[in-house]
């Protein structure tokens, strides 16, 4: 079909500069690659190794600071035999830049949420890109666009024509993304971190779309990601940069089975993979490390021995529910959506339970009802430590303030979440200050041993937020937590937002924390293997239920819900011997509680209650659930 | 959404009231009335007042009765199309006004549709083109222009036209067709005259509106979306008309509400320098004169206006956004 020995794209030598206020910055450096027809070639790196630069060098779409200084972008076009365009030197805005661009080479973001306009509708905003290629008359277009919707999988093509792209869920909004990029059958399709943003479930259906497409359409992709999960599912070949170089290239066999740059084995040993020892550690690439002084040491009251039976916290039949107004023109319909509905769980002193679900279960409504942020409609939440039980929904004025010392809260987004006109020593201190405890010099010292304790230099406390990483914010969220010496902390996907090596640094910051201070973790996350590193027992949710509950190796060994048993198929697993099963990942249904098979079916007529498996594994089914395991 | 415009022109009545009874409360509240300005008038000019002939003009514009009636008697009279009666003109409100509210609108909306097509191109401009040359010169023009006192410019344009084109650009019109009825000589005499003010009344708002619109577009041009427009092939300036521009008009369509009062009261000061035969000079002398009627039925008319404009901005953007218009949505 295509010429094999000229590849689709070769990029050799390629330069890019970054004309910035402080200077130039060679944020791509004389990188070499090539991508044949048809295969899919995964450019891998962390953030801000250039690959994205890279991809926008490539559809000419790089910023205006930027420049190429040097090296050719080289496409052979398939359709035009023998032409072999320097996409390099070719002006970016010019004609023949803007007929390969979206025509023969396509681009999909990792954003599905900001990537479409929100004014105009999914229709409208597909076909611009066929009529901008195509001469095509106006009921073909509509025609074509239609066939396309129905191929990336929308369930009513027609009507999603005419739908907006804010009344899409993010699975689907990546699918219009999809059918956008691919409806004038580009040649190559530079994927920048298609999958990212969407929950585990939804990538693995994305990302079976995009290879039967590829295999449809017989187009090239051009992936880049930084997760070793996806690219062991997706590339044939695979190439990976550090700060601007290519450090190693080869196919998926070799470097998966044989790394051999010391950048590649490091990346490899800092994700969290399945299949660990028990006690195993991750290595993040830069170690840190934590120190506790006098101040933190454990008190002695901490170190009484508890009784570790006694649940520390405990969540009982909690329910809320949120009304959503939904109207058109002419109607406006109200309809109820159960954010929690009859969630019950313990947690025992010095454990991490991991709270699993996908976006839009109900893990952070419950997180903040917990923390009295929202308040449910029925339920309870007891804490419980060595000074006595405390019903934590009852609580108000200054004893609700007294309680927050108790339990602290780690958020997801470590840019957001801390004030970028404040320094880190305002920010780490700012509860010490609300809560009125201590003077100057305690908390000076306080902080600087915070600071310690979390791995950063006590000497940048005058320094403000901008000007540390993604990954040292974070722990300067987890010491600003730490400041009141709280007995447990719910950690909201705390280390989502990092990079792979930055999130193993966290998650041992954590483990360590942990052990230190003997603090109780509820940790939340849509990463199953964060979640089976760092937790003791995993709670999965769906649809504001807790499905399934169970100790870590049960739940992986032994799962028992439809749930949960898409969700761990789903998991893309770093390493080439246990690839995804693409064939059977179920369609969204899996996460419609009323589509369960019996005797998990959650509908207007059954209600299934958790069910005890005994070994501390609980399920969400009727009774006759029971026997049926008995009988397997 | 019926319900939601039902609901929103239901609201609009209690509004009017309340709007209404603080708009007589506000005009009553000095000491006295228009006669006790009169009398202090016809005094400082040395007549005599015969008090039977104030008692009796008191009792017959009911101003001898409590206020409450008087405001009801203002307010039935108000929806029965009946604005009141002006003391200082010695006309009903409707016929003093007439002509007036036709020239302000004529000369508002011209400098509205000025505002915006010199703001529009220059705003883009200034966006597209951050920080350089160009940019940096029209900001620097804008912020004279929202430095400068519009009755500044005005006499600096007064003192300009009459030393280069030799005429008196004064008023809305040339003085020989005052009280002449309407005729295409009139009409082109209204256009000469009407760019002075047009500019010295949208030179502020000008500026105002290129900043506005260049921080809007800024935000929106860093958004992901335009990148995907132009990842499709599409040229640069139609990404830009298509996407980023359409996003960042909200702000514009919200101001509608704003827009229409000042259409109405237009520029008082300007007014007053060049003379303009507009609305704004009247409700400052009314207001001073304590001609509570002329006063009132004019500050009820710019409540309505406020309130209706407030209520099509609100129509138009639910019109133009469907964000608005499906509201709530997938929204978690």
């Known amino acids: 079909m295509n010429d094999q020995l000229t590849p689709l794209l070769r990029v050799r030598d390629l330069q890019v500069a970054f004309d910035l206020p402080g200077g130039e910055l060679l944020a791509v450096n004389?990188?070499?690659?090539?991508?044949?027809?048809?295969?899919?070639?995964?450019?891998?790196?962390?953030?801000?190794?250039?690959?994205?630069?890279?991809?926008?060098?490539?559809?000419?779409?790089?910023?205006?600071?930027?420049?190429?200084?040097?090296?050719?972008?080289?496409?052979?076009?398939?359709?035009?035999?023998?032409?072999?365009?320097?996409?390099?030197?070719?002006?970016?805005?010019?004609?023949?830049m803007r007929q390969i661009r979206g025509g023969q080479i396509s681009l999909i973001f990792q954003e599905p949420m900001t990537s479409l306009s929100p004014l105009h509708t999914v229709g409208n905003q597909i076909r611009e890109a066929l009529e901008l290629h195509r001469n095509v008359s106006g009921r073909e277009a509509q025609e074509l666009t239609?066939?396309?919707?129905?191929?990336?999988?929308?369930?009513?093509?027609?009507?999603?024509?005419?739908?907006?792209?804010?009344?899409?869920?993010?699975?689907?909004?990546?699918?219009?993304?999809?059918?956008?990029?691919?409806?004038?059958?580009?040649?190559?399709?530079?994927?920048?971190?298609?999958?990212?943003?969407?929950?585990?479930?939804?990538?693995?259906?994305?990302?079976?779309?995009?290879?039967?497409?590829?295999?449809?359409?017989?187009?090239?992709?051009?992936?880049?990601?930084?997760?070793?999960?996806?690219?062991?599912?997706?590339?044939?070949?695979?190439?990976?940069?550090?700060?601007?170089?290519?450090?190693?290239?080869?196919?998926?066999?070799?470097?998966?089975?044989?790394?051999?740059?010391?950048?590649?084995?490091?990346?490899?040993?800092?994700?969290?993979?399945?299949?660990?020892?028990?006690?195993?550690?991750?290595?993040?690439?830069?170690?840190?490390?934590?120190?506790?002084?006098?101040?933190?040491?454990?008190?002695?009251?901490?170190?009484?021995?508890?009784?570790?039976?006694?649940?520390?916290?405990?969540?009982?039949?909690?329910?809320?529910?949120?009304?959503?107004?939904?109207?058109?023109?002419?109607?406006?319909?109200?309809?109820?959506?159960?954010?929690?509905?009859?969630?019950?769980?313990?947690?025992?002193?010095?454990?991490?339970?991991?709270l699993v679900g996908e976006s839009g279960c109900g893990k952070t409504t419950l997180s903040k009802t917990i923390m009295r942020a929202l308040t449910p409609d029925q339920g309870a939440v007891t804490y419980a430590d060595q000074d006595g039980e405390i019903d934590v929904l009852g609580l108000d004025g200054s004893r609700l303030t007294d309680?927050?010392?108790?339990?602290?809260?780690?958020?997801?987004?470590?840019?957001?979440?801390?004030?970028?006109?404040?320094?880190?020593?305002?920010?780490?201190?700012?509860?010490?200050?609300?809560?009125?405890?201590?003077?100057?010099?305690?908390?000076?010292?306080?902080?600087?041993?915070?600071?310690?304790?979390?791995?950063?230099?006590?000497?940048?406390?005058?320094?403000?937020?901008?000007?540390?990483?993604?990954?040292?914010?974070?722990?300067?969220?987890?010491?600003?937590?730490?400041?009141?010496?709280?007995?447990?902390?719910?950690?909201?996907?705390?280390?989502?937002?990092?990079?792979?090596?930055?999130?193993?640094?966290?998650?041992?910051?954590?483990?360590?924390?942990?052990?230190?201070?003997?603090?109780?973790?509820?940790?939340?996350?849509?990463?199953?293997?964060?979640?089976?590193?760092?937790?003791?027992?995993?709670?999965v949710m769906c649809a504001g239920r807790l499905v399934e509950l169970a100790p870590r190796e049960e739940l992986f060994r032994n799962p028992v819900h439809p749930y949960t048993k898409a969700l761990l198929r789903a998991?893309?697993?770093?390493?080439?011997?246990?690839?995804?099963?693409?064939?059977?990942?179920?369609?969204?249904?899996c996460s419609i509680p009323s589509e369960w098979p019996a005797p998990f079916t959650v509908s207007e007529e059954t209600h299934p209650r958790l069910i005890d498996l005994g070994d501390g594994h609980f399920v969400r089914a009727d009774e006759s659930a029971l026997t049926l395991r008995l009988a397997s | 959404?019926?319900?939601?415009?039902?609901?929103?022109?239901?609201?609009?009545?209690?509004?009017?009231?309340?709007?209404?009874?603080?708009?007589?409360?506000?005009?009553?509240?000095?000491?006295?009335?228009?006669?006790t300005t009169m009398i202090n008038e016809m005094q400082s000019q040395g007549e005599n007042v015969d008090q039977s002939k104030i008692d009796a003009l008191r009792a017959q514009y009911g101003l001898d009765r409590p206020m409450y009636v008087q405001y009801f008697h203002w307010a039935t009279g108000l929806l029965q199309g009946d604005y009141g009666y002006s003391f200082e003109y010695q006309l009903p409100v409707a016929d003093v006004v007439g002509d007036r509210v036709f020239l302000t609108f004529v000369l508002n909306f011209a400098t509205i549709i000025f505002i915006w097509v010199v703001a529009f191109p220059i705003g883009i401009y200034s966006a597209t083109n951050q920080y350089s040359l160009g940019d940096y010169g029209l900001t620097f023009l804008g912020f004279i222009g929202l430095a400068t006192p519009n009755f500044l410019l005005a006499l600096i344009l007064l003192y300009l036209a009459n030393i280069w084109f030799g005429t008196s650009i004064g008023g809305m019109m040339d003085p020989k067709y005052l009280d002449q009825p309407w005729s295409g000589e009139k009409v082109m005499s209204v256009l000469e005259h009407l760019w002075v003010p047009v500019v010295v009344i949208g030179t502020s708002g000008t500026a105002a509106m290129i900043r506005r619109?260049?921080?809007?577009?800024?935000?929106?041009l860093q958004k992901q979306y335009v990148v995907t427009a132009r990842a499709?092939?599409?040229?640069?300036?139609?990404?830009?008309?298509?996407?980023?521009?359409?996003?960042?008009?909200?702000?514009?369509?919200?101001?509608?509400?704003?827009?229409?009062?000042?259409?109405?009261?237009?520029?008082?000061?300007?007014?007053?320098?060049?003379?303009?035969?507009?609305?704004?000079?009247?409700?400052i002398g009314a207001l001073q004169s304590q001609d509570m009627y002329l006063a009132g039925s004019f500050l009820m008319f710019l409540a309505l206006l406020t309130v209706i404009g407030m209520f099509i901005s609100d129509l138009l953007l639910a019109v133009l956004d469907p964000r608005i218009r499906l509201g709530g949505g997938t929204n978690r």
């Open chain 2, 1 to 35: 959404m019926l319900t939601y415009l039902a609901r929103r022109i239901l609201i609009m009545v209690p509004t009017l009231i309340a709007i209404s009874i603080i708009t007589f409360i506000i005009i009553q509240l000095p000491p006295g009335d228009y006669l």
């Open chain 1, 403 to 539: 309680f927050r010392q108790k339990l602290q809260f780690v958020f997801q987004d470590p840019f957001s979440s801390l004030n970028p006109r404040m320094t880190v020593f305002d920010i780490v201190s700012e509860p010490l200050v609300i809560h009125g405890i201590g003077d100057d010099a305690y908390r000076r010292e306080m902080v600087s041993e915070l600071m310690k304790l979390v791995g950063l230099d006590a000497r940048h406390l005058n320094r403000y937020p901008h000007s540390f990483s993604g990954g040292q914010r974070q722990r300067i969220g987890i010491a600003r937590a730490l400041a009141l010496k709280p007995r447990m902390l719910i950690c909201d996907e705390p280390v989502s937002a990092l990079d792979v090596s930055i999130q193993a640094q966290v998650l041992n910051l954590l483990k360590d924390l942990q052990e230190q201070l003997n603090l109780t973790y509820l940790f939340i996350s849509h990463n199953l293997a964060v979640v089976d590193y760092i937790a003791d027992r995993i709670a």
């Open chain 2, 232 to 283: 499709k092939g599409l040229h640069p300036f139609k990404a830009l008309m298509k996407y980023p521009l359409r996003m960042s008009l909200n702000p514009f369509i919200a101001d509608i509400g704003n827009m229409l009062p000042q259409v109405i009261s237009g520029s008082a000061v300007v007014a007053m320098v060049l003379s303009l035969p507009t609305t704004g000079p009247m409700l």
């Open chain 2, 213 to 220: 619109l260049r921080a809007n577009l800024l935000d929106e």
């Open chain 1, 146 to 354: 239609e066939d396309m919707l129905r191929m990336v999988g929308f369930p009513d093509p027609a009507r999603a024509l005419r739908t907006y792209p804010f009344e899409l869920s993010g699975g689907l909004r990546q699918r219009a993304m999809i059918s956008m990029a691919l409806i004038c059958r580009p040649s190559l399709l530079i994927a920048d971190e298609p999958t990212t943003a969407l929950d585990v479930t939804i990538q693995a259906q994305i990302l079976k779309l995009m290879k039967d497409l590829q295999a449809e359409l017989g187009m090239a992709v051009l992936m880049i990601t930084h997760d070793l999960g996806v690219v062991a599912n997706m590339a044939d070949d695979v190439v990976v940069m550090y700060r601007g170089r290519v450090m190693e290239s080869g196919t998926r066999e070799q470097l998966f089975r044989d790394p051999q740059h010391p950048y590649l084995k490091a990346l490899m040993a800092a994700v969290p993979r399945f299949n660990m020892e028990p006690g195993e550690r991750l290595v993040p690439i830069r170690d840190i490390k934590s120190e506790t002084g006098h101040l933190l040491a454990p008190t002695e009251s901490a170190k009484a021995p508890v009784d570790s039976k006694k649940p520390i916290l405990k969540v009982d039949s909690l329910s809320k529910c949120f009304t959503i107004r939904q109207g058109s023109w002419l109607s406006s319909e109200e309809s109820k959506v159960y954010a929690l509905d009859d969630v019950s769980f313990e947690v025992l002193p010095g454990e991490c339970l991991g």
């Open chain 1, 30 to 96: 004389k990188v070499s690659f090539q991508v044949r027809a048809g295969t899919t070639v995964a450019l891998v790196g962390e953030s801000g190794s250039g690959k994205s630069v890279v991809s926008q060098a490539i559809m000419g779409l790089l910023p205006p600071v930027a420049e190429i200084r040097s090296g050719s972008i080289l496409f052979a076009d398939d359709r035009k035999k023998g032409t072999i365009t320097d996409i390099a030197r070719l002006h970016r805005d010019g004609k023949a």
């Open chain 1, 571 to 589: 998991v893309p697993d770093p390493s080439l011997d246990n690839p995804l099963d693409f064939e059977s990942i179920m369609d969204s249904r």
